[in-house]
C-alpha cells in the first residue's frame, strides 16, 4: 500500500516530523517507512492518491467508561464521590438491560469511530453478560480496545454490588472467553478503584492478571476526598499507589494504566518511574468533576508514557482533539497560578500523548516509523481554513486540532484496512 498525501507523525514528544507530499509504505498493514520521493522498487505500484490532504496515525483514547456514554454533559455540579453515587452507578444498572445497553454501544462505537479514536482501552460494566456485549461488538466494528469488566464489592450501592466470589469468577470466566478470540480486541483487569474493591478482591485481581498475563487499568489520585478515604481504608499503607502495588496491579507483573494522578507523592512517582505505568490526563473530566489539573509535562519529563483520555462521562466529548487543546490550555492555567511557565505543554507533546504515548500501550502504534502498525487518518483541511488562506502542512493540523471537527476526517485506517461505518 503506497498512499500519497501530507505526512505528519511524532517520533517523540519534542517535535512532529513533517513531509509535505510525502509517500507513506504500508505493507501487511506495517509502516515501512515515510518517503520525499518513492524508491525504484515501489515506482509502478498503485498509490493511494490523498495530494492535498493530512495523513496523520490515528487517535488513541486510553480511558473512557462506556456504561456512562448516555450521561454525557450531566453531573458537571458535583465532586467526584457525589458523582459516582447521583449520576453514574444509577446510569450504570440500567445496563442489565440487554436491548438499552446495545443501543448505547452502537452509538459509543460509532462515535469513537467517527472521530478517528480507531484505538481505545475501555471500563466495562460490572455485569459479565454486558461486558461480553461490548466486546463482541467492538470485534465486530473492526476497531481495537481493550475492555475491562469493573470489579465493586465494597463501599458502593447494594442494587450495584457483587460479592468477592463472584466478582473474580465472573472476571477469570470473561479472560477466559476472549483469550485469544481476537487480535485486536483484548481483556484487562479493572479493579474500578480502591475504595470500591476488598483486599480479597484486589489480591485475587493481581492474581488473575498474572496468571493470564493480562494488564491492568484503574484510576489514582483523581480527587483529593478519594484520597483521604483511600488513607482511612489502608493507614497501614505509604499512598495511595502503594495499595495497587502490594496486590499485584502496579505495573508488576504487567503493564498498567492508571487515569487522572493529579495529586501524587514523590514516592508515587518514584514507584510509577519504576514501573513505567501509564499516566492518563482526562483534561475535560477533571475540569468537569472538579478534580484538579495533572503536571503532565512534568510526568512526560520524567519518560513516564503519558496519554490522554476522554473519561466519558466525566469528559462529555469522546472527540481527542478537544482534550489536546484543552489539555494544553489547563496547562497554561495551572503554570501560570505557579508562576511557572516551564509546565506548558506544547502542541507537539499534547499530539504525542494522544498519538504514539497512548498508542505504545497497543505495542508499536501511534507513529509512521518502520515497524509500526499502519493506522491512520485522513484529514481535508479545505473546508476549515478561509478562502485564499495558504498554510503549511503543519499549520494545517494546528488548525484541524484546535477548530476543526470530525467531518474533516475523510477515511480511517487500521493496520492498512480501510474501515468503513460501524452498524450502518
Request: charge should be negative.
Amino acid at each position: 500500500m503506497i498512499v500519497k498525501g501530507d505526512i505528519l507523525y511524532s517520533k517523540n514528544k519534542d517535535q512532529i516530523e513533517v513531509v509535505e507530499k510525502g509517500y507513506l509504505i504500508i505493507e501487511d498493514g506495517i509502516v515501512q517507512g515515510v518517503y520525499n520521493k518513492l524508491a525504484p522498487k515501489h515506482e509502478g505500484g498503485k498509490i493511494v492518491d490523498y495530494e492535498g490532504k493530512l495523513i496523520i496515525p490515528s487517535f488513541v483514547d486510553l480511558h473512557l467508561h462506556a456504561p456512562q456514554y448516555a450521561n454525557c454533559g450531566l453531573g458537571t455540579d458535583v465532586e467526584l464521590l457525589v458523582w459516582l453515587e447521583k449520576y453514574t452507578y444509577p446510569e450504570e444498572e440500567k445496563f442489565k438491560d440487554e436491548v438499552y445497553r446495545k443501543a448505547i454501544y452502537k452509538e459509543l462505537i460509532r462515535n469513537l469511530w467517527k472521530g478517528g479514536s480507531l484505538r481505545s482501552v475501555i471500563f466495562g460494566s460490572l455485569y459479565r453478560e454486558a461486558t461480553e456485549d461490548l466486546m463482541d461488538m467492538l470485534i465486530e466494528s473492526g476497531l481495537s480496545a481493550y475492555v475491562g469488566k469493573v470489579n465493586m464489592d465494597r463501599n458502593c450501592p447494594d442494587s450495584y454490588r457483587e460479592t468477592t466470589l463472584e466478582s473474580l469468577e465472573d472476571t477469570e470466566a470473561f479472560i477466559i472467553k476472549y483469550e485469544g478470540k481476537s487480535d485486536l480486541v483484548k481483556p484487562i483487569i479493572t479493579p474500578r478503584f480502591v475504595p470500591h474493591c476488598t483486599a480479597e478482591s484486589m489480591a485475587g485481581q493481581g492474581q488473575l492478571a498474572e496468571k493470564y498475563g493480562v494488564p491492568v487499568q484503574s484510576h489514582i489520585n483523581e480527587s483529593l476526598s478519594e484520597i483521604e478515604w483511600v488513607k482511612e481504608l489502608h493507614p497501614e499503607s505509604k499512598a495511595y499507589s502503594h495499595v495497587y502495588d502490594e496486590y499485584g496491579l502496579f505495573g508488576s507483573p504487567t503493564k498498567t494504566i492508571m487515569a487522572h494522578v493529579i495529586f501524587n507523592e514523590e514516592a508515587e512517582l518514584e514507584l510509577m518511574d519504576d514501573r513505567q505505568i501509564y499516566p492518563v490526563h482526562c483534561p475535560e473530566s477533571n475540569a468537569n468533576i472538579m478534580s484538579g489539573i495533572m503536571d503532565a509535562k512534568r510526568l512526560l519529563e520524567r519518560g513516564l508514557p503519558v496519554s490522554l483520555g476522554s473519561d466519558i462521562s466525566g469528559g462529555h466529548h469522546l472527540y481527542m482533539p478537544f482534550q489536546i487543546v484543552l489539555a494544553i490550555q489547563l496547562s497554561k492555567m495551572r503554570a501560570r497560578m505557579e508562576d511557572d511557565l516551564s509546565k506548558v505543554l506544547t502542541f507537539s507533546e499534547a499530539f504525542y500523548m494522544a498519538t504514539k504515548s497512548g498508542g505504545s500501550f497497543f505495542g508499536k502504534v501511534g507513529s509512521f516509523e518502520p515497524g509500526y502498525e499502519g493506522d491512520f487518518l485522513v484529514v481535508d483541511t479545505d473546508k476549515i481554513l478561509t478562502k485564499g488562506e495558504v498554510r503549511n502542512p503543519l499549520e494545517r493540523l494546528q488548525k484541524f486540532i484546535y477548530i476543526g471537527n470530525q467531518k474533516a476526517i475523510k477515511e480511517r485506517y487500521l493496520r492498512g484496512v480501510r474501515l468503513e461505518k460501524p452498524f450502518k
